[in-house]
């Protein structure tokens, strides 16, 4: 059963920085395009960022030139980085595969922007 185990959140100022990690067990991780959703309090998740076996990404309008995701496939794990972040950035982050999130969701990561 493939699990997925997020890290890297926290409390940040706007105009701050995090990067988020997700470690992903089980085999034929490089062949999956994952993903990072979010969902903040009374919304639905959502799909931020994505990225293919191969590497090509595709970002969500609000965070189009903040936010960089990235994999490592020999470390099984994709990264988030998200600089400028926003009070509307706040929310609980989780990946899985994407577009489709076909496996079971991890905690995810709250990460909260404020001052």
């Known amino acids: 059963q493939v699990q997925h185990v997020e890290s890297g959140g926290g409390l940040v100022q706007p105009g701050g920085s995090l990067r988020l990690s997700c470690a992903v067990s089980?085999?034929?991780?490089?062949?999956?395009?994952m993903g990072w959703y979010r969902q903040a309090p009374g919304a639905q998740r959502e799909l931020v960022a994505r990225?293919?076996?191969?590497?090509?990404?595709n970002y969500a309008d609000s965070v189009k030139g903040r936010f960089t995701i990235s994999r490592d496939n020999a470390k099984k794990q994709i990264y988030l980085q998200m600089n400028s972040l926003k009070p509307e950035d706040t929310a609980v982050y989780s990946c899985?595969?994407?577009?489709?999130?076909?496996?079971?969701w991890g905690q995810g990561i709250q990460v909260t922007v404020s001052s």
């Open positions: 990225i293919t076996s191969s590497g090509i990404t």
């Open positions: 899985n595969t994407a577009p489709t999130a076909v496996h079971n």
């Open positions: 089980g085999s034929d991780f490089s062949r999956y395009t």
